[in-house]
Structures are given as C-alpha cells and as structure tokens.
C-alpha cells in the first residue's frame, strides 16, 4: 500500500521496524502489532489513562498518538519496568499496598507513576493525587494507590541516599 | 493459617506487570474477525428497512447479520425475553442494535458500521415519568405495594407532618474494561465463549438458545473482568451471543469489545428514582407514618429492573423502624437504554430516600440529623425484642448504635459538628458541612433461588490442588479469599492452590455472581468440597495407621497422624496410591431464607451487613464547586477473610458512591439521545475528587449468622457510605439561608448553587 509509512521506534529496548499508516493509534501498534498487551484500551479519548506509556521521557496516552508521530522515538510500557519475577519498585508496592483491585488501570496507573516519581522524586499526598488525576481507577477509591506511590518513593528516596 | 489474613490480590503480581490478561489480551488465531453493531439514531419507530450495501463494500468487511440471519433465538434478555439481539420490527431507545458488521479488524467493523443506514418511522417517545405515567407504560400491570400498619391512618393523627420529592439521577458503570467477548468455533458444532461477564452460566444459556444446541455444547470461561460493578451481569449477552453466532457461520473465532461511546450508549445504567414522600412524626423526631413511592425509569427492556425496584422497596426503612409504612413502587418502561444492576441493585436508591427524609424532618425540627437518626433505630439489646421491616423480617442483628457510637468518637463527630457550625458563622462564601450516615444492607439474592453456588477441587497426587468454583473474578479479591478457605482447609500454604478461571464446563448452573453474595456462596461450597477430600485422606490414613480419623491433622504443609507427619504431597500421594478418590466437588445453599415479593412478606436475607461513615465537605456559595475534606468509615464486614482486600472494597465503594451522588450526572437529551457517552462528559472521581481526609476501618465482630469462617458480605454495601457526602452538602447548603435546601441528586455544583437559592428561599 502506497500510503504506508516507514516506522523506527525503540519500544522497551527492541528496535521496531514497520510499515504502518501513519494514522494508526500507538496503543493498537503496541497491542495488535507488536503483542505487547500491558497498555490497554479504556477510554480512547485520552481521559482514562488506561494506555499510558512513556515516550521520549514524558507520560503520554496512546490512544490519541498517531505511530507517526512516535516515529523515531523511545517508548516505555508497564513491561519495559519490569517482569514478574523483577518487578520494579513501583510494581512491589501497588502488589504490596494493594494498590490494585480489578487491575485493569493498573499498568497505565504504574507507567505513570514512574514519571511522576522522576519529575517530583519526594512528593507529598496531594502531589501524587493532582499527578495521578489524568488516570482513572473506578475499583480502589485510589487511597491504595495513592499509598503504593508514597511507599515506592520512599524507598526509592532510601535507595538514592543509601548510594550516596 | 490463611484466613483472616491481608493477602495481596491473587493476580497482583501479573497485574503490576501488565500480564494479566482480559478478553481483549488472548492471543487469537489468525483469521480472527472483529465485530461491531450498527445502532439506531432514533429513540422509538417502526424500521422500515436497512440500507447496508455501502457497509457491505466496506474494506474488511466479511458479512453483515441482521434480525432476519438469526438461526435460532433473537434474544438476549436475562429475564423476560424482550431484548433481540437485533432489531426486527420497531425500535426502542437510541443506541440499539441494528445490524452486527464482522470485519478482519475493531477498526474496519466500526467504520462500516457508522456506514449503514436505517429507514425508521419515528414513533411517539416515552422519556419522562409523567409521561410514561399518563400512559401506563410500565413493567408489571401496576404498582407493587408493600405495607405495614396503617400508614394513611397514622399519617392524619401525626403531631407533624412533612412532604417532599427527591430526584435521584442514574449512574453509569465505567468499568474500566468495557463490554468484551470472544468465541471459538469448536467441532460438532461446539464453541467456546471467552466473555467478560459476571454471569458466565446465563451467557451459555443465551448463546445455548441463539445457536439451538443443548447447553451442553457451549463451554464459558472467565478468568477476569476490568471491573463490572453489576454493569456485567447480564449485558455482555449480546457481544457473546453475536460473536457465537458469527464464529458458527464463519467458522473463525470472532471477538467484540465495545468502543467505550458505544459501550456507554448501548449498555444499562443504574436506575434513576424519584422518591416521593408524607412523612408524620413528633417534636422529638419520632417518625411514627410513612408513606413513600419510588418512580424508576427502567428503559425500554425489562432487564432485572423488577428485582432492582423491590431492592429498593426492601431498603426504603434503612436503619429505622417505622410502625406505619407503606411503600408504592412503579416501574416505568420508557425509550432509553435498558436500565440495569449496579453495585447495590436499588437498595442505594431507596436507602437515600429514607435518609433524605430523615434530613427534612431534622431540617424541619431544626434538630442535627443524628438525632433524629438515633431516635428512629431498629431495636437492640437484652432489653428489647427485636423489632421486625415493613416486610417482616426481624432485625436481629442490630449493631449500629454500637459501631456508631465508636465513629463518632474516633471521628471526634460532635465536636466537628459544633465547630463547623462556628465556622459557618463567620465565612460567608464558602461553607462546611458535616454528617453521618447508616447502611444496613439485606444480604441474599431476593430471587431465593439463586442463592446456591458449586465448586470442583482436585488434589492432584503430588500435592498441588486445583479450585475451581461459580464466582467470577472482577477486582473484588473473591479468588483469593476463597482460596484462603482452600488452603485453610487442607492446612497448606497459598502457593498449593490453583486457583483458575471460572469455567460452566467444570461447574454448572452458576449464579452470578452478584448480590455481594460471592464470598459467602462460593466460599462455603469450596468449604464443602475440601472437606469432603480431606475427610477422605484422613479416613485412609487413619486406616493405614490403625487411629482414629479425629486424631489426624491438617496443618502448615503437613498431615500428621499421631505415629508420623506427612507432607501434605505424601499424604496426597498415599492417599491416590490407596485407590482412593482425590476430586470433589461443593454445593451450598442459603439457609433460613424465604421470601414472597408479591406480597412483600418473608425473610429475604440471610442477614444484614452495617456500616456508617462520617464526611465532612466545603461549598463554594457562589460557585457551586465542592469538596469531600474529610471521611470516617467503620464498616461491618464480619470476622473478614481478608481484610486488606474488604477495606479495599469500604474505600472504593464509598468513592464510587460518593461520585454517584456528587459529579456523575447522566444526560439525555429531547431526542433520547445520551449526551454524556465519554468521560470527556460523563466525571467520575479522580485521585484529586477523593477526600484529601480518609480514614477507613472495619468493625470488630464476627456474623451472627453461620456464613464461611463468620465472615460478611462486602462487595455493596459501603457503595451506600457515599449517602454521607451528599447530606453533608445538604449540611453545608443549609447554612446560607433559613429554608430546607431541598438537595437533589446528583449535587453537581449547578445543583449546589440552585439549593443555596431554594436555601435562602429567592
């Protein structure tokens, strides 16, 4: 097909390589293309949060990204932080703290909360809610998952000052 | 032991790491179709034709089913076999289904499917109640009546009386994972459903009838669902039924998942109410007459809206013994989607109504609301008999006051109420408001039958058990509670259970699981079958060691007779090895129960589940916007099997509630059609929306009634703690002027503003 486009991007480490139409939804490249089925598809309208992946460093919802516009570029989801049997961090508090219930939000909730704990490494409660606020959670009333994140950074804040 | 203790969801692990897997995760074969429904524009007509010639030449497009390409039945309906699957003759609300588009992907069916259209001579439609009133046009031939006393008589000798009206809007599920379904074409005619369902038995039954084959030949199996909230309990039979009936004419698997426009269009909501009420009580709050009507708009199909309507009939007394009470209920059959369960199934509706009116005889009386609360409660202690609902059963299980009592101390409530009155005093933009609210929930499907539940457990020879039961996984933690029970039975740690994915083929004729009623069933039944394996371990072992059955232990890993201590593999395997039979399986029912919902008599429950909380909010007067600054929850989950996972339940239950109550408003527009079909328009709480204040426990004291390990139903109830926010606004409104405010729910803050109006009486 003639209107197919080149695509280049780095997704958890692997180099990808494909032609796509340029209007093809990132979160349907990652799921149907590529099996990576972590991202889900709640809303699709960009407001659930459900799809959240991490590109180029920023927090992005990839139901509303055209693969075009992730050509070139590195993209992270919940499987790239971390396997069952090496979870990061973050994934060892929401098991902990239940930061979970039916679990459908819970790796666009995760993937999001890496890039809050890089942008604000110390947060208080109410920076992790307003933070958090783009991913909806209809299960845990979100006082787990506001407790996961809390957890994961202090430990991470621990860590850091244990390295220096 | 493994009971009673906060273990992590059972799939936490795979969830954290996105390897968990819904419907729309399986790997499917190649080949695999996507299907997707063309859905009427218009609220009600007669169809005249389709015109899908341009869906046909649709890239991707492999076929096109309408009403007339059915085989067998054209009925989706859990109850009264009114809902096709697709349109025939006439249509009843915007959003249904039409045609179904099977394509080689989500996005080619989609797209053809906006490409259809439909010839539909438009009809008169019923979207009000009064309408729907004026022409009868209701479900049942008229209005079911429960009664106690003579409200009537009381309510002409009543020292006061009050009368009032509350709308109460209805509420969209949003489960995270919409509507989803896959089938695989098997051989003989066989197949394979894969639904994100709660209710996997009747989604066989249905695909059973629209393939017309035995159920025998349809196998479902669910493993998880993205959240359901009673919004999967019978509306997932469309997208089961029509990817059955596609896989058998294509012979390829097909799945359907709803767009989520598509799923908020097509599928039920919870119920909206009108509650409209004579109440007649004393100078001291006293409520002594009641005479209260519920008006629910149910939609165009029946759906389960008849058991919706007497949940909220049976829940119109909340916590409060009223002598004289009568209770009119009519279900109104209107052009909108088809009205369904959710999480508390009609109870919240008329709870609010009762609690409403608690609120206007107190605003009345110039009294705090908690007094008026106090005054009215069932009966409890040695003192004092047990006093019996308007429907008869006896309320012998009382625990309020106690559990209130410690709220409000541990809350420090009449303090807080006194210096929210102060601050009211000397803020005159924004104002707070403080209140407490009960829940007593009835626990048991009221349709008595259904309150029966089946498991299968294997013990495999090297030790490892497999559970299997009815329930179905949904983020309630039901998995992992019931197989705490397992492993408690057999004295072996959780990593000795399998737990796996609820299966009609491995346990048959299934409730869904509903009701809250999933820990309580299934638990039991699960009970019930590892004692029958482990009866019979211990009975060969007691053999083989010449001792008495009840010398042998089961316990951290091991089976010990006096002479020697197996690990439970060895005990497994001497047992296989003895020719004796490692598999059973369990079936429990509810005991105690009877209920006739004609007459509005019976014992319904098993038993009650409690709860209070205590919220407190601010107001912006001239705004509207608010806040939740502060909650307190003491919830009844009974002696709980895992009160991590049931304080998990308390939290979001309440903020769901709470969003019910406060942002999530649902609406229609002249034309029928739903204007709030996205979360761009449709809010429900964010992390940010939670109460910056919250503070969760569970309450210390085990069932009265005999239930698994004592334990108590938690799925629903603490839904109803989210009453406390919205009668705290009711508090906060009430402070900017003399007059009752008269809060409608939801109280978005265009609601706020005009109660502050209605408040200061301009």
């Not at chain 2, 509207?624 to 909650?631: K, M, Y």
């Amino acid at each position: 097909m003639s209107n197919k486009m080149h695509i280049k991007m780095n997704v958890n480490g692997e180099e990808q390589e494909f032609l796509a139409e340029p209007r093809e939804l990132l979160i349907h490249t990652l799921r149907e293309r590529l099996d990576i089925t972590g991202p889900h598809i709640g809303c699709e309208t960009s407001h659930c949060g459900a799809c959240t992946v991490t590109i180029d460093g920023k927090s992005v919802k990839s139901c509303t990204m055209f693969v075009a516009q992730a050509n070139g570029k590195d993209v992270t989801t919940i499987e790239g932080l971390g396997g069952p049997d090496d979870l990061h961090v973050l994934q060892s508090a929401f098991k902990e703290h239940h930061g979970l219930q039916c679990g459908f939000c819970t790796p666009g909730m995760i993937t999001r909360a890496s890039k809050l704990l890089e942008e604000n490494p110390n947060p208080t409660e109410e920076e992790v809610r307003f933070g958090m606020a783009g991913n909806i959670c209809r299960c845990t009333g979100y006082q787990n998952i506001v407790k996961s994140i809390l957890a994961a950074a202090s430990e991470l804040q621990a860590a850091k000052e244990a390295a220096e | 032991m493994s009971v009673a203790k906060p273990l992590p969801h059972d799939a936490a692990r795979l969830h954290v790491t996105g390897q968990a897997r819904y419907v729309d995760d399986i790997p499917t074969a190649a080949g695999a179709l996507h299907l997707a429904f063309g859905c009427s524009k218009v609220a009600h007509g007669t169809l005249q034709s389709l015109d899908l010639a341009a869906v046909r030449a649709a890239p991707g497009v492999v076929d096109v089913l309408t009403a007339a390409d059915l085989p067998f039945a054209n009925d989706v309906s859990p109850s009264a076999h009114d809902e096709p699957l697709l349109a025939t003759d006439s249509v009843h609300y915007v959003g249904q289904p039409l045609f179904c588009v099977i394509a080689t992907s989500h996005l080619a069916a989609r797209r053809a499917a906006g490409l259809g259209t439909a010839k539909i001579e438009p009809l008169p439609p019923i979207f009000d109640v009064e309408t729907a009133l004026a022409q009868n046009s209701r479900f049942e031939d008229g209005p079911r009546i429960y009664e106690r006393g003579q409200a009537n008589t009381a309510l002409e000798t009543a020292p006061i009386r009050l009368s009032g009206q509350m709308e109460i809007g209805g509420q969209e599920h949003f489960y995270l994972e919409s509507q989803a379904a896959l089938a695989v074409p098997g051989e003989d005619g066989d197949v394979l459903v894969h639904s994100s369902t709660q209710h996997p038995t009747e989604i066989q039954h249905k695909v059973a009838e629209a393939l017309g084959v035995p159920m025998h030949a349809v196998r479902v199996e669910t493993r998880r669902m993205g959240g359901g909230f009673g919004g999967k309990e019978s509306q997932g039979n469309a997208l089961a039924v029509a990817c059955a009936i596609a896989a058998m004419r294509t012979g390829r698997p097909c799945k359907m998942r709803y767009d989520r426009d598509d799923d908020m269009v097509i599928t039920g909501k919870r119920h909206d109410f009108r509650i409209t009420y004579d109440v007649g009580f004393d100078a001291t709050g006293v409520i002594t007459a009641l005479d209260v009507r519920h008006d629910t708009r149910c939609g165009w199909a029946q759906d389960l809206s008849l058991p919706v309507a007497d949940r909220a009939m049976l829940h119109a007394d909340n916590a409060y013994f009223i002598p004289n009470m009568r209770v009119e209920s009519h279900r109104l059959k209107t052009n909108m989607q088809s009205a369904t369960a959710f999480r508390g199934f009609g109870g919240p509706q008329g709870m609010l109504g009762m609690e409403r009116i608690v609120d206007h005889v107190a605003g009345h009386l110039g009294l705090d609301p908690m007094a008026v609360r106090e005054r009215n409660f069932y009966a409890t202690g040695a003192a004092a008999p047990p006093q019996s609902t308007h429907y008869g059963q006896e309320v012998d299980d009382f625990i309020l006051p106690g559990l209130i009592a410690q709220l409000k101390d541990s809350a420090d409530y009449d303090a807080r109420r006194a210096q929210v009155d102060a601050w009211n005093a000397e803020h005159d933009v924004l104002k707070k408001g403080i209140a407490l609210t009960p829940v007593k929930f009835g626990i048991s499907f009221t349709l008595t039958h259904l309150n029966q539940a089946g498991a299968l457990v294997h013990v495999y020879q090297d030790g490892s058990i497999h559970l299997n039961h009815g329930g179905t996984e949904m983020g309630q933690g039901l998995f992992q509670k019931v197989a705490q029970v397992a492993a408690d039975r057999f004295g072996v740690p959780m990593a000795a259970v399998k737990i796996t994915a609820t299966d009609t083929a491995k346990v048959p004729n299934t409730s869904a699981t509903a009701a809250s009623s999933g820990s309580d069933l299934n638990g039991m039944a699960v009970r019930i079958a590892c004692d029958k394996i482990r009866n019979r371990m211990a009975a060969h072992l007691a053999e083989l060691h010449q001792c008495n059955v009840a010398q042998i232990r089961f316990e951290d890993g091991y089976v010990i007779t006096p002479a020697q201590s197996y690990t439970f593999a060895e005990a497994a395997n001497l047992t296989y090895v003895g020719r004796v039979g490692l598999s059973a399986t369990g079936f429990y029912k509810t005991p105690d129960i009877r209920w006739d919902r004609i007459k509005g008599e019976g014992r319904p429950f098993f038993y009650f589940a409690y709860g209070a909380a205590i919220s407190e909010v601010v107001i912006d007067t001239l705004t509207g916007e608010n806040r939740i600054l502060r909650t307190d929850i003491l919830h009844d989950a009974g002696a709980s099997l895992n009160p991590a996972l049931d304080k998990g339940q308390v939290e979001g239950g309440f903020v769901q509630g709470a969003g019910w109550l406060t942002m999530e408003e649902l609406v229609w527009d002249d034309a029928g059609r739903l204007r709030t079909h996205a979360p761009s328009t449709y809010k429900i709480p964010a992390a940010s929306d939670a109460p910056d204040i919250f503070n969760v426990a569970l309450w210390d004291g085990e069932n009265r009634a005999d239930t698994i390990y004592k334990s108590k139903a938690v799925g629903e109830p603490p839904f109803m703690l989210g009453m406390s926010a919205f009668f705290a606004l009711s508090h906060a409104v009430s402070a900017c002027g003399p007059d009752y405010p008269d809060l409608q729910a939801p109280a978005t803050p265009e609601e706020v503003l005009a109660s502050i109006a209605r408040a200061k009486g301009v």
